[in-house]
């Protein structure tokens, strides 16, 4: 059964903070993903990582960077949070390099404060 | 770019009700199209996907290429159908990313 798991299920941070945001899977999965979740807009893709130190812009990577030096983890950091950072945080893996169009499993999700 | 559109932020129906979940797409190749659903405080996982062709939990969904759309339907639709549910799509010229709808939130009332 994959696993994915994510460091906090919570946070708040103050403006202008660094954050880290963990994932980890335990599956070894090739891909892993970073989305934001926000009401009526969806899922959107920040970041993602093929393979480790790969990673490739998603469709909204401003404000964020990510790090990926082991297969299983991929972080996600926002090197100066803002308020319209404030959201829900999910963090994704499938199989396989060329395999992106295989299902997805997801971590539960943090849900970060900027304040 | 492509995009996926779910025109219904919300469904309300009673137990026993059809449902249908509307999603199009603008795509103009052969893409793959999945419906994702979160129950309440459990993680995102997938329903269903089209080229596998199968019912899960009753739902089913149906590839329109003419229409591009992927209706997700269920003829009765029960109290635990009660979720967010995401249509998302896959193409090769995205480089197979998933792409997600702006989510349906079903609400099932007995």
């Known amino acids: 059964d994959v696993k994915v798991t994510q460091s906090s299920r919570y946070l708040v941070k103050r403006t202008g903070e660094k954050v880290f945001l963990e994932c980890v899977q335990d599956?070894?999965?090739?891909?892993m993903f970073w989305y934001r979740q926000d009401p009526g807009l969806g899922l959107r893709l920040i970041y993602f990582s093929y393979d480790v130190k790969m990673k490739e812009k998603g469709d909204i990577p401003e404000g964020y960077s990510v790090s990926r030096e082991k297969k299983e983890r991929f972080s996600l950091i926002l090197e100066s949070a803002s308020t319209n950072q404030t959201s829900m945080y999910l963090c994704a893996s499938n199989p396989g390099a060329g395999e992106l169009h295989c299902e997805q499993y997801f971590g539960p999700g943090t849900r970060l404060t900027v304040t | 770019a492509q995009r996926v559109t779910q025109p219904e932020k919300l469904l309300s129906v009673f137990k026993g009700a059809p449902v249908e979940l509307k999603c199009n797409y603008s795509?103009?190749?052969?893409?793959?199209l999945f419906w994702y659903v979160q129950y309440s405080r459990q993680r995102l996982q997938l329903l269903l996907r089209?080229?596998s062709r199968e019912s899960i939990k009753g739902f089913t969904a149906d590839l329109n290429k003419g229409e591009t759309s992927f209706h997700l339907k269920k003829p009765f639709a029960q109290e635990e159908d009660s979720a967010m549910y995401y249509c998302a799509l896959s193409t090769e010229a995205a480089g197979n990313k998933l792409t997600f709808g702006g989510g349906t939130r079903v609400l099932v009332k007995p």
């Open positions: 089209h080229i």
């Open positions: 599956m070894d999965h090739e891909n």
């Open positions: 795509y103009s190749g052969s893409p793959e």
